[in-house]
Each structure stands twice: as C-alpha cells, then as structure tokens.
C-alpha cells in the first residue's frame, strides 16, 4: 500500500518548488531570492535513474563567498530529498543564486565532524531546522555547494 503522507508531501513541495520557481521567473528575480530571512537558490541536479535534470528552490542559511551551505531537511520528514539522492550521485550541479546567473557547482556532503560545527550556525539562521531536526530520526545533512577546484 503506498505511503498517502509521502506522495502528500511530495505533491505539496513540488507544487510549492513550481509556484516559487514561477514567482521567480515572472518577476524577474523581484520577488522570490529571500525566503524566511534567507536568500534563496535554484539547484539543478540530474537524476540518478532517469538522467533528467530537476530543479528546485532551497534556501540557503550560510553564504560564505562563493560557497553556500543547503539543508536536506524536507521538513524534517524520515527521508532525505530526491535532490540530495541526486547530488551524492552525481556531485556537478547547477546553481542560481538569488536568481542570477547559472553556474557551474560542486556539492559536498559535510562529514559529521564538519556537520556539528555548522549546525548550529544553521540553526542560527533560521531556527526552524532544529524542529526539523527533532521530527526525525535521520540526521539532517548539510550540502556545502562550490565552484569546481574550490
């Protein structure tokens, strides 16, 4: 029988990925780069089975020049985001920064060591994760994203 909490979850964020993605486009990057006092991102990522490149709005709660921490929360849910299967997959993305220009990225998972330094920085940013965090029971990772040879 299919999890009906899971494709809930899936119908929704994608519905809300697609209008954001939308507002931004519509508005020329106007409206749409923060969200919850944090600047927001386009990640592309290609797909570990179907090859096909998918897009998604995360928001971004450390920028550190040229290197931007992401959160595989999915809202504290028991599985991480597809897009976080995608990426340990295949590590060259896509990314748009404040709906700029599209560029080249490699993302890393942090190792736990560098996860515990930084969590609480994230949190910091914005508080919400950590009652991501206590809905689950998987450790929520941290994606840094940076250039290539970066």
Request: charged share 25%.
């Amino acid at each position: 029988m299919p999890d009906t909490r899971r494709i809930a979850t899936d119908l929704r964020l994608k519905t809300v990925t697609g209008l954001h993605r939308t507002l931004l486009d519509v508005t020329g990057g106007r409206i749409g780069t923060r969200f919850k006092k944090m600047p927001t991102l386009t990640l592309t990522t290609v797909g570990r089975r179907s090859g096909r490149r998918h897009t998604v709005v995360l928001t971004v709660p450390i920028v550190d020049g040229e290197r931007y921490l992401i959160v595989a929360s999915r809202g504290g849910d028991a599985v991480s985001p597809a897009w976080y299967h995608n990426l340990c997959a295949e590590p060259r993305v896509e990314v748009s920064f404040r709906h700029g220009a599209a560029r080249s990225m490699t993302a890393r998972v942090l190792t736990p060591a560098e996860r515990e330094v930084r969590w609480p920085q994230v949190v910091r940013a914005y508080p919400g994760y950590a009652d991501y965090q206590k809905r689950t029971a998987r450790r929520i990772p941290l994606i840094e994203l940076s250039p290539p040879g970066g």
